[in-house]
């Protein structure tokens, strides 16, 4: 998925560090869900928490274990950014893999790095695979989401502007013509008027 749209998409993004974690069956149990709860340090887009509890398939509960492909794993002591899609069991990660990122220290710098996924990433547009996204400081990475939340913004409200002089256009059409509109309504009201005579 585009970055733009990841950003656009996301009920919430979060950057925060796994506190806890456990597994467990589903209410059917048919599946292993495993909730990792995130002390958050920093909400990019959203309402801000001092915690979120992330639920992704898979598992292990006893001797079972379950895994599904495309689906990110978080450790306790992990950091990590999150793009949030909110379900029916809970906030989950949008777009599995493409939806969370590792934070690493390298050399004295905060870095976000794309997970390692064994899906295969594929351009759309192109039909061919692609390479994952590329590292990026903290910083930068902040300043993407926060430029692709202004773009939407900016798009949403020209959006509105147009649907409102569209709306304006309309009712200045009808002003301009309001003896063809009185024209229109008596019509009407004879066409009515004559079918409950027949009736």
């Known amino acids: 998925m585009e970055f733009d749209q990841k950003v656009e998409k996301a009920a919430a993004i979060v950057v925060g560090k796994v506190v806890s974690q456990e597994s467990r069956w589903d209410a059917g ?29 898979g598992g292990v509960v006893g001797n079972v274990a379950q895994e599904f ?7 306790v002591g992990d950091e990590h950014v999150v793009f949030v899609r909110n379900t029916s069991v809970g906030p989950t990660v ?10 690493v220290d390298e050399a004295g710098q905060r870095m976000v790095q794309p997970l390692v996924s064994n899906a295969v990433l594929v351009d759309t547009q192109r039909g061919m695979a692609v390479a ?8 930068d990475f902040e300043t993407r989401v926060r430029s692709a939340n202004e773009r939407r913004q900016r798009i949403q409200q ?32 004879l066409a009515s008027w004559q079918l409950y005579k027949r009736s």
Do not use: C
């Not at 149990?29 to 928490?49: D, H, N």
């Not at 492909?69 to 450790?75: D, E």
């Not at 949008?94 to 934070?103: I, P, T």
């Open 132 to 139: 994952p996204e590329d590292a990026r400081p903290m910083r």
């Open 69 to 75: 492909v495309g689906v990110p794993h978080f450790k």
């Open 94 to 103: 949008l777009y599995f893999d493409q939806g969370a990122y590792r934070v």
């Open 29 to 57: 149990q048919k599946r292993i869900l495993t909730y990792s709860t995130f002390q958050v340090e920093k909400t990019l887009k959203g309402a801000q928490a001092a915690q979120t509890t992330i639920v992704t398939p």
């Open 158 to 189: 020209m959006e509105m502007m147009k649907k409102r002089q569209q709306q304006a256009s309309f009712w200045n059409q009808m002003q301009d013509n309001k003896s063809l509109v009185a024209l229109a309504l008596l019509g009407i009201a």
